[in-house]
């Protein structure tokens, strides 16, 4: 036990990268499922069509090889990226998929009436979005979106391949240097726990807190 | 205030609204009536563009909307005949994640781009007037039916419209709430409101509207004045339909 906190300082910073990692693949996870969704239900053929195949084609594949293939695959073409960076990359790209489908579903189930009254007042399609029917769909979306934050917390230990040196690769680099496992590994998964439920809490918050009109 | 020229309403093969020729007047209140499926909402509709027509043309609002115009044109028209006219659907469609006075003054914040104030001000006045002031800071779904759908006929006044276009008000009401619904549009027929009213309020209609308009399988089959209509009604179809009444 004396070796893990000993390390502790570095235990907590791959925690940190964990959180970092997790965090801004899901902002940019969230940014490309708006445009997504979007697509999906107002974008002419030929969009509609790109947008579903990314999709398809993410939720289809592993997201280990999704990391890979941002990581060494585009060496192939030139592009060495930082760990780091790949990840981020590698993760939003997935993460958008998953998120596009959470947010298409929540746009699809608010009421057409919505729309309707919105135009009979003289609003634009976009202002429509953007005031009605957006607003309405978020809230329908952060349960499931949530659970995908939490599932990406767990996803991000994936990178620990790429060399990213987050939660995991931490302990692993530690236990290369001890030779003891169980400690380290039983710290982290401690840590991803509170992390986890850290999260899970914080969204029980922000649904109750946006559920006061129903 | 409308004037339709052979308009036509089709969903696919399925023909909706044939070539209809109606006319509601400046400052008149005008019932449609009829069996369900003969498409009253569908002619309501297109009156405000929310369906678009698939023949002939009409001109609502001062504003001339014909089939053949493009799509642009007509996104064009329609857009300015909705700043026009005000509508209320059956299902009150208020947005829930507003308040009763965000709900009201939306449009005069984001279309007419109105200072807050000045919107709050003309928000509360509408409140008043349909007797729900005291409820302006709630959420839609802490209201009876009722009151949800006076709501609704505020946010439809807010805008200033020159016309007001209701789809069965109180179809999806308790008995018990009609009244209170239908005594606020009574108020704006006596203010003088144009008005075109979808409503199966038989005695409603006969009270409140200047003439009544009878449909059935997409056409126009009777129209007159309430007296006339409800006492001694022309057609076999019209007939029929007032006995089941
Ligand atoms: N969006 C739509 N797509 C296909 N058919 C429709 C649509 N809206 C209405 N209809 C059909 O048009 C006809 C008239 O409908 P509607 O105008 O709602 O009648 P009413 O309001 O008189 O009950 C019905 O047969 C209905 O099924
Ligand atoms: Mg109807």
Not at chain 1, 46 to 53: D, H, K, L, S, T
Not at chain 2, 67 to 82: D, H, L, N, V, Y
Not at chain 2, 122 to 138: F, N
Not at chain 2, 152 to 180: G, H, K, N, Q, Y
Request: proline residues 4%; hydrophobic residues 45%.
């Amino acid at each position: 036990m004396d070796v893990v906190i000993e390390n502790l300082p570095f235990l907590l910073r791959g925690a940190y990268y964990t959180l970092l990692i997790t965090i801004v693949s899901m902002f940019f996870g969230s940014i490309i499922a708006v445009f997504v969704a979007v697509a999906r239900l107002k974008g002419n053929r030929p969009i509609r069509w790109m947008a579903r195949a990314y999709v398809s084609i993410i939720r289809g594949t592993p997201t280990l090889v999704q990391i890979i293939i941002v990581y060494y695959g585009l060496v192939d073409y030139g592009i060495k990226l930082q760990p780091l960076t790949a990840a981020y990359i590698a993760l939003s790209i997935s993460i958008g998929a998953y998120l596009s489908e959470t947010l298409r579903g929540a746009l699809q189930s608010i009421p057409k009436g919505q729309m309707e009254a919105a135009y009979a007042s003289g609003m634009t399609p976009v202002q429509t979005m953007r005031r009605i029917i957006f607003p309405q769909a978020i809230r329908v979306a952060i349960p499931p979106a949530g659970n995908t934050f939490i599932g990406m917390l767990k996803e991000t230990s994936l990178v620990s391949v790429i060399t990213v040196t987050e939660l995991l690769r931490s302990s692993q680099l530690l236990i290369a240097q001890y030779y003891v496992y169980m400690p380290f590994y039983i710290s982290i998964a401690i840590m991803y726990w509170i992390m986890s439920t850290g999260f899970s809490f914080l969204l029980e918050r922000l649904e109750k807190r946006l559920s006061i009109y129903v | 205030m409308i004037k339709t020229t052979a308009l036509s309403k089709s969903f696919q093969q399925l023909e909706v609204l044939k070539e209809i020729d109606v006319q509601v007047n400046s400052g008149e209140v005008v019932a449609i009536l009829g069996p369900s499926g003969s498409g009253k909402s569908t002619l309501l509709r297109c009156f405000n563009g929310l369906e678009e027509l698939t023949g002939g043309s009409m001109q609502v609002c001062g504003v001339l909307v014909d089939a053949k115009q493009s799509k642009k044109e007509r996104t064009k028209r329609i857009r300015q005949i909705r700043l026009n006219t005000g509508m209320v659907f059956q299902q009150f469609n208020l947005y829930p994640h507003k308040t009763v006075l965000q709900n009201v003054i939306e449009a005069l914040l984001i279309v007419k781009k109105w200072p807050k104030e000045r919107a709050v001000e003309k928000g509360e006045s509408l409140l008043a007037r349909v007797g729900l002031l005291e409820k302006k800071d709630v959420y839609p779904s802490r209201l009876s039916g009722g009151q949800q759908q006076r709501v609704a006929i505020a946010r439809a006044l807010a805008m200033e419209p020159d016309l007001m276009l209701f789809d069965e008000p109180t179809s999806s009401l308790d008995p018990e709430l009609v009244d209170e619904v239908l005594a606020v549009i009574k108020e704006l027929a006596k203010d003088g409101m144009t008005m075109a009213v979808v409503t199966h309020e038989m005695q409603f209609a006969r009270e409140v509207a200047d003439r009544i308009i009878f449909m059935a399988d997409g056409v126009i089959v009777e129209e007159g004045k309430p007296e006339a209509f409800f006492t001694n009604p022309e057609t076999d179809r019209a007939k029929k339909f007032l006995k089941k009444k």
